[in-house]
């Protein structure tokens, strides 16, 4: 069975680069316009290695988000159901998790994990010659973004809240233990604490990293719509010409006010999982 998950994600993987390698050419190769920030010069190579690249950069520095036309001839590519990048990118993911699972080493790099897992010697040689432990998985799983026809505008503006507020049930937060917490001690030190908030409410606190998203317009049909789409890195565009593109200003302040309405517990019951309880409940 483990060396079934090591051809599989060897296969995936494969797969993924391949198609990767391919759509950086086809981005790359056509001359419709590019639009990318901070005094960078338009350059669509730049912009194809952007939103391809799967390895961590030790030199190159990409653009923090952008704009580049692709024609729809092409697009198949990116978005075909079965065959495309996005598709690849889920279907490595999935192996992905699935290699996590059958682990016995947790939270340690994915060369030591595929070692703990495989007894296929070729495969697992075969990876470290890839480099494949030298992933960015986050860019790996990231979905390539096309954006719809017929843009008007698009504005990005920097996220205004550094911290995201999750509702969790008292069963949730024990899967969490189980699945975040390995010393067994330490895993029934915690649900012993957890046991005095049974019947209280909840909720998962966790730092999000400042990230950039983009209020679009687009029309249909002759009828303006609106989106608000997050951008971590350069998006598509289908169109041949560029719209209205606004860059916001850097290091703006959030001036967001805090909800009044909604009083959380500073000190939180499981510190290591971010799990806080509501004040007066």
Same mark, same amino acid.
């Given at each position: ?6 051809? *599989? ?9 391949? $198609?990767?390698?391919?759509? $950086? ?5 056509? $001359?419709? =316009? ?6 960078? #010069?338009?350059? +669509? ?26 024609? =729809? ?25 699935? /290699? ?18 495989? +007894?296929?010697?070729?495969?697992? #040689? ?10 960015? %998985? ?37 899967? %969490? ?11 029934? /030190? ?52 560029? =719209? ?20 959380? *517990? ?13 004040? $007066?409940?």
């Amino acid at each position: 069975m483990s060396d079934y998950l090591l051809i *599989n994600l060897y296969d995936a993987f494969k797969k993924l680069q391949e $198609n990767l390698d391919e759509t $950086n050419r086809i981005i790359a190769a056509s $001359n419709l =316009p590019v639009w990318l920030p901070e005094s960078i #010069e338009p350059n +669509r190579q730049l912009a194809a290695d952007a939103i391809t690249e799967c390895w961590y950069q030790d030199e190159n520095v990409f653009p923090l988000s952008g704009l580049i036309s692709v024609s =729809p001839d092409h697009l198949g590519i990116i978005t075909n159901p079965k065959t495309g990048t996005n598709k690849l990118k889920q279907n490595f993911k999935a192996e992905i998790i699935k /290699l996590k699972k059958a682990s016995k080493k947790k939270k340690v790099s994915l060369d030591k994990m595929i070692e703990s897992v495989g +007894r296929d010697e070729e495969v697992a #040689e075969a990876m470290k010659i890839l480099r494949i432990s030298r992933l960015n %998985l986050l860019w790996c799983y990231r979905q390539i973004l096309v954006l719809p026809k017929g843009l008007n505008s698009v504005s990005w503006t920097w996220a205004s809240s550094h911290k995201s507020i999750l509702p969790v049930t008292y069963q949730e937060v024990l899967d %969490l233990i189980d699945k975040d917490i390995e010393n067994e001690g330490t895993k029934n /030190l915690i649900k012993e604490i957890l046991t005095n908030h049974q019947n209280r409410k909840l909720v998962q606190m966790k730092k999000v990293v400042p990230h950039l998203r983009a209020n679009i317009t687009y029309i249909v049909n002759g009828e303006k719509k609106r989106k608000m789409v997050t951008t971590p890195t350069v998006i598509i565009s289908q169109d041949t010409i560029l =719209p209205r593109i606004r860059w916001p200003e850097k290091d703006i302040k959030n001036t967001r006010l805090s909800r009044s309405d909604i009083k959380i *517990n500073p000190d939180p019951i499981i510190k290591a999982l971010g799990i806080y309880t509501y004040i $007066n409940e």
